[in-house]
């Protein structure tokens, strides 16, 4: 079955048909959805829309966090376990990648979450991020709303303490979500996920000023651009 978008924030549908922006994949190495078929579906449509070049951004070290509050795991334990498993994923996605015509195996960058995490844009919006959870109550509470209901699925009691662990998860993707990223040359500035969640319109609302407006300025936020794409 193709891929169809489901909702698109801060574009309209004419931008992505007229292939006006560079477009990335987000792999989240907890979310069991990322099968080599439905990542096949993925990159098709994005080679299919992209304007120059695509992109799997593999969120690898970031998932550290998630096996150090959910495993109780050390920094340093959860981090390789989390590049192992980065590992694995880029292998599959190099298989996927080997299916097609060498012209566009060409037009494909995969992405490891350091590559993007240690950049001086993503460091200086990480530490304002860091700073407003730590000294805005408001800021503060709207993060960690944001992490109980990710989590409200799951059949387990979280402290006051694992819940600012796992906020970190957040702080630590929001400057991606919110402005892309760039790699090699090419600035990737719209990304697809295969689910809409609160933390896409919260991204939308800070890139809109609907809520936080002292925050665009600050950040040198940008338009970066989230469509939910279905299988």
Do not use: C
């Not at 979310?31 to 449509?45: C, D």
């Not at 809520?211 to 299988?231: G, Q, R, S, T, W």
């Amino acid at each position: 079955m193709a891929a169809k978008i489901k909702v698109i924030r801060k574009a309209d549908s004419s931008e992505i048909l007229n292939k006006e922006h560079n477009i990335y994949l987000g792999i989240s190495l907890g979310n069991k959805w990322f099968t080599k078929e439905n990542m096949r579906e993925y990159l098709h449509w994005a080679l299919k829309y992209t304007k120059k070049r695509v992109a799997f951004l593999v969120a690898d070290t970031l998932h550290a966090i998630n096996y150090e509050v959910r495993n109780n795991e050390t920094p340093e334990k959860a981090r390789k376990r989390a590049i192992r498993m980065g590992d694995k994923m880029i292998s599959v996605i190099k298989e996927l990648i080997e299916e097609l015509p060498l012209k566009q195996q060409g037009l494909i960058d995969i992405v490891r979450w350091d590559s993007i995490d240690k950049s001086m844009e993503h460091v200086k919006m990480k530490e304002i991020l860091y700073s407003e959870f730590k000294n805005n109550k408001e800021f503060r509470e709207k993060i960690l709303e944001l992490v109980r209901t990710a989590i409200n699925r799951e059949k387990r009691d979280f402290t006051d303490e694992q819940l600012v662990s796992l906020a970190r998860y957040v702080l630590e993707e929001l400057p991606e979500i919110l402005n892309g990223f760039t790699y090699n040359g090419t600035y990737y500035d719209l990304y697809i996920y295969p689910d809409d969640s609160l933390l896409t319109k919260f991204t939308e609302q800070l890139q809109q000023k609907e809520i936080f407006p002292y925050l665009h300025a600050k950040l040198l936020i940008k338009n970066n651009i989230f469509v939910e794409l279905k299988v």
